[in-house]
């Protein structure tokens, strides 16, 4: 039993609701064309296909295209030792996908990590609220249009938040023959040598 | 000096004298400079030798704050208020880059320096800071606390 018959099994069940498997670098990823109905495949592929163990779930955030969220499921089974990907995207306007907290236990604090960090909520969650961030924090920080320095915010005897100086920064390197070729310099620079 | 006999010194020279070889840490630890910190308390560096081996996990039987480590805008409040809950006379020590600047954590999520909630005292550099660093700035704080004049002492207290 391989990831690539296992992914044939959801795709054999669920037909056009999920993609082919595609393989990179063996790894199988399959793409979840509806993200209403994720936590149905999630749970079959728990209950049937023995993948008892939930990694990950991380969010990427496309800004500028067209839906603007994914979310990632990395999956893995103990009994046949295969990893499994599901990825499935998000518009703006939703910004909310079923939770499979109920499914696999371990969800429950990556689903409000990705609440607290990207600004996506889950339906049916049992307690969704900032994991790392405080409640009250105004800003979802990982998000592509949320600036490295912050923003200002205050919430009276809890926290409070001021931009930080980043003097040219953020600093980036370059692939270069010598080690100074190399070395991290700021954005601008690297622009106007 | 036999039994009996007297010493005549000014009275705030002897309390400084007092104080500056029972400076009892608060230890702040925040990341890896707290293991330095852990460091300096052990035998090989030995912060005993110069009075500041109790470490005391209550501010309010600490004289000098060793804020060691990255001060999370989630933390500062709560080292803000640490600081309060200690008794006067107090000191604090910023240890490393951290804790001085906001080190290479230039983002939202990091106070760019305690020194924007708290007076400090002494800063000291490094990424982490070594135990030497951390002694250097105690013989220091020391030397600070030995030419403080008494009035000021009770100007803080009033």
């Known amino acids: 039993m391989t990831a690539k018959d296992l992914a044939l099994k959801l795709k054999e069940k669920f037909g056009e609701l999920v993609s082919e498997p595609q393989e990179f670098r063996s790894e199988i990823t399959v793409s979840v064309n509806d993200p209403a109905r994720i936590a149905e495949v999630c749970a079959y592929a728990k209950q049937t296909l023995g993948f008892d163990y939930l990694v990950d779930i991380t969010s990427i955030d496309n800004l500028g295209e067209q839906p603007r969220w994914a979310v990632v499921y990395e999956l893995y089974g103990y009994s046949h030792h295969c990893h499994l990907r599901l990825k499935t995207n998000i518009t703006e306007e939703s910004s909310c996908l079923p939770t499979v907290s109920n499914i696999w236990k371990t969800a429950n604090w990556h689903e409000r990590e990705i609440y607290d960090?990207?600004?996506?909520?889950?339906?049916?969650?049992?307690?969704?609220?900032?994991?790392?961030?405080?409640?009250?924090?105004?800003?979802?920080?990982?998000?592509?249009?949320?600036?490295?320095?912050?923003?200002?915010?205050?919430?009276?005897?809890?926290?409070?938040?001021?931009?930080?100086?980043?003097?040219?920064?953020?600093?980036?390197?370059?692939?270069?023959?010598?080690?100074?070729?190399?070395?991290?310099?700021?954005?601008?620079?690297?622009?106007?040598p | 000096m036999a039994e009996g006999d007297v010493i005549v010194t000014r009275l705030d020279a002897a309390i400084n004298w007092f104080r500056k070889y029972s400076l009892w840490p608060m230890p702040m630890g925040l990341a890896c400079c707290a293991i330095e910190l852990m460091a300096s308390g052990a035998s090989r560096f030995d912060i005993a030798r110069f009075g500041s081996e109790v470490m005391r996990f209550s501010p309010r039987q600490s004289d000098v704050m060793i804020v060691s480590g990255t001060v999370t805008y989630k933390m500062a409040l709560v080292v803000k208020r640490l600081y309060d809950q200690m008794a006067e006379p107090k000191w604090v020590i910023a240890m490393g880059a951290c804790a001085s600047t906001g080190g290479m954590y230039r983002s939202y999520a990091v106070l760019q320096g305690v020194d924007k909630i708290l007076p400090v005292d002494i800063y000291i550099s490094g990424c982490p800071t070594r135990p030497e660093a951390l002694l250097d700035a105690l013989i220091k704080l020391q030397q600070k606390v030995s030419r403080e004049p008494i009035t000021s002492m009770l100007k803080k207290i009033t």
């Open chain 1, 117 to 192: 960090m990207m600004g996506i909520r889950f339906e049916g969650h049992p307690d969704l609220r900032r994991i790392l961030l405080w409640e009250g924090y105004p800003y979802h920080p990982l998000r592509k249009d949320f600036p490295l320095q912050g923003k200002p915010s205050e919430v009276p005897e809890v926290a409070f938040t001021q931009t930080a100086p980043l003097e040219g920064g953020p600093f980036v390197t370059k692939p270069g023959e010598t080690a100074s070729e190399r070395e991290p310099r700021s954005r601008d620079s690297l622009e106007s």
